[in-house]
């Protein structure tokens, strides 16, 4: 089975609301494909619809080629972690994992390897009601896992987590894709993301905003951008702004400029004789081009975005 | 600080609470509906033919009531006076030839009422038709000296039953009642206007001995068995203003007599020894009412309102302590005490609103396909909202219903599961009155007194009786809606004691 | 082999809560403790003859309560899964519906058949010591009526379970699924009650699956009963096949929510 979730025109309707609407996308094994979207822009009901707990109104959601309900052992398939408090509290957590290996034959031996690698061997005799956040969360990745499956999905899986989780869960994403696996990870901050994620996916009000690896994503929304620092800021500014290009103050000796290209930049404050003591393009964080990315297509038209994104 | 923690603005915000989660106003809404509903639709497969096939005559007040005695009496005119000494009088026997057959399982019912028992005694009646008007005073066995009228009105004398002198004197349309012990010293008893007098009634004095009644329940049906008894009293010293001649005649209902042919009252007997008579009678003069429940039944539908009201009160309770709501709730108002007074109330108020609009509905709607279905009168004078019994059964059987959810709601703070709070409520409803109705004979009383059943009681408008298959008719009202509340109280003391005692 | 693995993990859920030995145990101990308390209340010599008291079914009386601990350790096994949410590893472990739906009955009808055979034979041993001395004689082991009674009030648990589990994938909330099973049990025979016209009660007890399902207790009298005794099998059959469809049916079309 080639690992692959693929998406296709996908389309949920709950009652009134139209959570996924018309939604198509793919993700390729051997990378950390992010799924980021503002709160209710359909990123947990998109899973929902991948694992088979809700059925589309149209479209379809395949894993590897076919449809989640059809799977004979899907968690050797498929892990995913959607809601990790879903836990019956008065269940041990070994024996949370032990159901779940015992309803797709895996061998009880998964069950203490996956406990070990999330960290809870030392409360995998404990009632999972006396969880915390974190540690439910690590038990919710722990499920995910147990079926050692080549496509994974993660929703915000660093929620509740402590800064040593959050790391150790980048890591972790990471190490998974570098074998090779499939791995979508939803968040709901781009922030998270930075770092972790190869490829993105944007979503707004259900529908598809861009597809984009980090990289290009990242040069799109860093061009024609330069820093500068100077110490005479305010004559920098004027002088630029007479040249033609957008200035920015960002810092107390430190600007942006946009619209003039930085050698152009270089030119025209040695012109006019105002010293600087760095000038460096500027390299734009993955929230900055995220929201520059959102702010243009969920307010105005995301189709037009959507198509000079690709 | 202290303005936001008035005990109005906590009121206020429980009852946000409950009437913000649309399912519980849904649930509220199913109640009326199931209150409603099933009694509605249980009234159109209720049928009885106890006017068809009577087993009483109709009495001065269009009651139904039985007059069945052996009557030693002369027509006088006016005014007048009639004085005996009852010697003895005999507790009522049965005839050895008709003792219950032995192929049945019966148990002899007690029937503590004033009206059973033997009894011998002077009485002043309009004529000799079953169910006319009378007034008597009489000497009985075990119950001692009584003055009774019309069925319905009972005067208690003296608890003497050995030798007695009674006297009986006319003035008008009212008749006094006295007893003696020794025909000097008279104490009057009371003095009563029977509903038609004639100015020539007849007078004398009489035996009757109501049949022994055995009854047969258990296995979800019951039976009732009348064996004719009769008793023995000796009547001398009679004097009567003007008196003529006495004749001995046995009261009773002849269309009865003639329908049960042989099984009618066993014939009485009069005995003229020296200055006295003996004189042997049977049957029972009183109330003769079914057994069975117009007002019951019509609230049949507030089991079923019920049950939808235990599941509110108990989740009511129980949903605070999900998702820590419980810590919310504390944070508003520290003084927990205060909290569960305010959901007690909100909820309590709520549903004996609820339940007494389900209730009268119920009675409306189902009292006339009810009296399309034999429930008429004369044997059920039709329930009207007038009535006290009736008034009393609606106030209490909603009081029942809204106590009962309460009940659930302490349970459900103690517990703090619904699955186990809704459970042991209605099992402490329901499981009762199943084993009281397999139970056989009177055992099921007790359960009626110690469980959340009793309050069943409070939906009959009738006397309890021990006749009928359910078990509640045997206790009261009053005792079933105490037997409730009384649960209630425990268990909202238990909810307050262990909410002050553990931590949220 | 999927199916079996779907049984199976249903099974290590049911056994890893300690609720369940708990309800199983109240199961038991309900049906003995209430049958030895009516057996011993018994009194031949206040009997007539020939004495139409069935000491056997009223040893076996107890079901009526245990029967609770059964509707509740069924209604949750479906309805905690929504309400804890498990639903969603539950189904994205076993994504048919059907395979879902046959584990849980599968292993709640086997607990509850385990559970009413240690009853039943635990309340005919406690009811052989209860009527010692009242004049009664208790259950007979070899009596064919005996053992139809027993069997029968084992069926009777096992299909009780089912029509639990059946109405908690219907309505999928624990309080309204107890609430209508408790109704089904025992709101039907106490609403009958309140009919005067006996053929109306005869009716309806006749098909209230409590009354039909246990009349396969009665060992003599079966004048009293309603229904036949394999036929008050068939009415209970119906109910819990009943709410089970419907239960699966709703479950398969509706989004896991």
Redesign the interface.
């Given at each position: 089975m080639e690992p692959t979730i693929e998406v296709r025109a996908l389309h949920k309707r709950y009652r009134t609301t139209v959570a996924v609407d018309g939604l198509s996308f793919t993700v390729r094994p051997g990378e950390v494909t992010g799924f980021v979207g503002p709160n209710g822009a359909g990123k947990s009901t998109t899973m929902r619809l991948i694992l088979g707990l809700d059925s589309p109104d149209d479209g379809a959601a395949l894993v590897g080629g076919q449809p989640y309900r059809s799977l004979r052992t899907p968690l050797t398939k498929v892990g995913a972690l959607l809601d990790a408090s879903a836990v019956h509290p008065g269940r041990k957590a070994r024996d949370h994992l032990l159901w779940l290996a015992h309803s797709n034959g895996i061998p009880k031996r998964r069950v203490g390897e996956v406990i070990e690698q999330v960290g809870l061997g030392s409360v995998a005799r404990r009632r999972a009601g006396g969880f915390s956040l974190g540690m439910q969360q690590r038990l919710g990745i722990a499920a995910a896992l147990l079926g050692d499956p080549p496509v994974l999905i993660f929703d915000e899986p660093v929620n509740g987590l402590d800064p040593d989780g959050i790391v150790w869960i980048r890591v972790l994403l990471k190490a998974l894709a570098a074998e090779g696996r499939a791995v979508l990870v939803s968040s709901h901050l781009m922030g998270e993301l930075e770092g972790t994620a190869d490829h993105l996916i944007v979503i707004g009000r259900g529908r598809l905003v861009a597809d984009t690896s980090v990289a290009a994503l990242l040069a799109t929304a860093s061009k024609e951008r330069t820093e500068v620092v100077t110490g005479q800021r305010e004559a920098a500014t004027a002088a630029l702004a007479n040249a033609g290009a957008t200035v920015t103050v960002i810092g107390t000796d430190t600007i942006t400029v946009e619209g003039v290209p930085g050698s152009r930049v270089s030119a025209l404050l040695t012109e006019a004789g105002i010293p600087f003591s760095e000038l460096r393009r500027h390299r734009a964080s993955l929230e900055e081009a995220y929201m520059d990315l959102t702010r243009g297509s969920i307010e105005y038209a995301p189709e037009v975005v959507e198509g000079g994104a690709r | 600080m202290n303005a936001r923690e008035s005990f109005p603005r906590l009121l206020l915000s429980e009852w946000t609470k409950l009437r913000s989660v649309s399912r519980w106003v849904i649930t509220f809404l199913g109640a009326l509906a199931l209150t409603i509903g099933?009694s509605a639709l249980?009234a159109s497969?209720?049928?009885?033919d106890a006017n068809v096939h009577r087993n009483f005559v109709v009495g001065p007040s269009d009651d139904p009531v039985s007059d069945t005695f052996y009557f030693v009496h002369q027509p006088v005119a006016g005014d007048t006076t009639l004085t005996v000494r009852v010697a003895s009088v005999t507790p009522p026997q049965e005839s050895p030839d008709r003792r219950p057959s032995?192929?049945?399982?019966?148990t002899l019912l007690d029937d503590p009422g004033p009206y059973a028992g033997a009894a011998a005694g002077i009485m002043i009646k309009d004529g000799t038709r079953s169910g006319s008007s009378y007034a008597a005073v009489m000497l009985t066995a075990d119950r001692g000296v009584r003055m009774q009228s019309d069925y319905a009105v009972d005067h208690e004398g003296s608890a003497s039953s050995g030798t007695r002198w009674l006297r009986l004197v006319r003035a008008g349309n009212t008749v006094t009642g006295y007893e003696s012990p020794d025909g000097t010293n008279w104490t009057p008893i009371g003095s009563l206007t029977p509903r038609s007098l004639p100015s020539t009634a007849e007078i004398g004095f009489y035996v009757s001995s109501a049949p022994a009644l055995y009854t047969s329940r258990g296995?979800?049906?019951s039976s009732v068995a009348e064996r004719p008894t009769t008793a023995d009293a000796t009547f001398d010293n009679v004097t009567l203003d003007g008196a003529g001649q006495w004749k001995g005649d046995q009261i009773a209902d002849e269309n009865a007599a003639a329908r049960e042919g042989k099984g009618g009252p066993a014939g009485g007997r009069l005995a003229t020894s020296g200055s006295g008579f003996t004189v042997t009678g049977s049957g029972r003069v009183g109330p003769h009412a079914p057994d069975?429940d117009v007002v019951?039944?019509a609230l049949?539908g507030a089991?079923?309102g019920l049950?939808?009201l235990?599941?509110v009160g108990?989740?009511f309770a129980t949903s605070e302590y999900r998702r820590g709501m419980i810590r919310t709730t504390f944070a508003a108002t520290p003084r927990r005490g205060r909290v569960l007074a305010a959901k007690a109330i909100v909820l309590g108020t709520t549903a004996y609103a609820v339940s007494l609009v389900g209730v009268v509905a119920a009675l409306t709607l189902a009292v006339p396909t009810m009296k399309n279905h034999g429930?008429a009168p004369p044997a059920f004078p039709t329930p009207s909202l007038s009535d006290g019994p009736v008034v009393r059964a609606l106030l209490l059987t909603a009081a029942f219903m809204a106590l009962v959810s309460l009940f659930a709601m302490a349970v459900g703070m103690v517990v703090r599961r619904?699955?186990?709070a809704?459970?042991a409520t209605?099992?402490l409803v329901?499981?009762p009155?199943?084993?009281g109705?397999?139970?056989?004979g009177t055992?099921p009383r007790w359960l009626m007194y110690a469980t959340l059943a009793g309050g069943m009681a409070t939906q009959r408008a009738k006397p309890p009786t021990i006749t009928l298959?359910?078990p509640w008719a045997m206790i009261g009202p009053w005792a079933g809606i105490g037997v409730v509340a009384a649960y209630t109280c425990a268990a909202l003391a238990l909810a307050w004691w262990r909410l002050r005692r553990t931590d949220a | 082999m999927t199916a079996l693995r779907a049984i199976r993990a249903e099974w290590t859920k049911l056994r890893t809560l300690s609720s369940t030995g708990w309800l199983l145990l109240g199961a038991v101990a309900g049906t003995v403790a209430l049958g030895s308390a009516i057996t011993g209340t018994l009194d031949h010599r206040s009997c007539d003859t020939p004495c139409l008291v069935d000491p056997v079914k009223l040893s076996l009386a107890g079901v009526r309560l245990g029967q609770v601990a059964v509707v509740i350790l069924a209604v949750l096994a479906v309805t905690a899964e929504y309400a804890t949410r498990t639903i969603q590893p539950t189904l994205a472990a076993v994504p048919r519906r059907t395979l879902v739906v046959l584990g849980k009955l599968a292993v709640l009808v086997g607990v509850a058949l385990a559970a009413g055979a240690i009853a039943v034979t635990a309340a005919y041993l406690a009811a052989g010591i209860a009527l010692d001395g009242t004049g009664f004689a208790g259950p007979v082991w070899s009596d064919h009526l005996d053992q139809r009674a027993a069997v029968g009030s084992i069926v009777y648990l096992g299909l009780i379970a089912a029509l639990a589990a059946g109405l908690g994938l219907l309505l999928r909330d624990t309080a309204g699924a107890i609430t209508a099973a408790l109704f089904l049990l025992y709101g039907i025979p106490v609403a009958a009650s309140f009919l005067s016209d006996p053929r109306w009660e005869h009716r309806i007890l006749r098909y209230s699956p409590m009354d039909a399902g246990l009349s396969i207790q009665a060992t003599r009298d079966f004048a009293a009963e309603h229904i036949g005794p394999w036929a008050g099998i068939g009415v209970l059959s119906a109910y819990a096949g009943g709410a089970v469809l419907l239960g699966l049916l709703v479950f398969a079309i509706r989004d896991a929510r």
């Open positions: - | 099933l249980l497969a209720n049928r009885t032995r192929d049945e399982s019966l296995s979800a049906s069975d019951e039944a049949i089991i079923a049950m939808a235990v599941s108990a989740l429930f619904s699955a186990a809704i459970t209605i099992v329901l499981l009155l199943i084993v109705m397999v139970l056989p055992a298959a359910e | -």
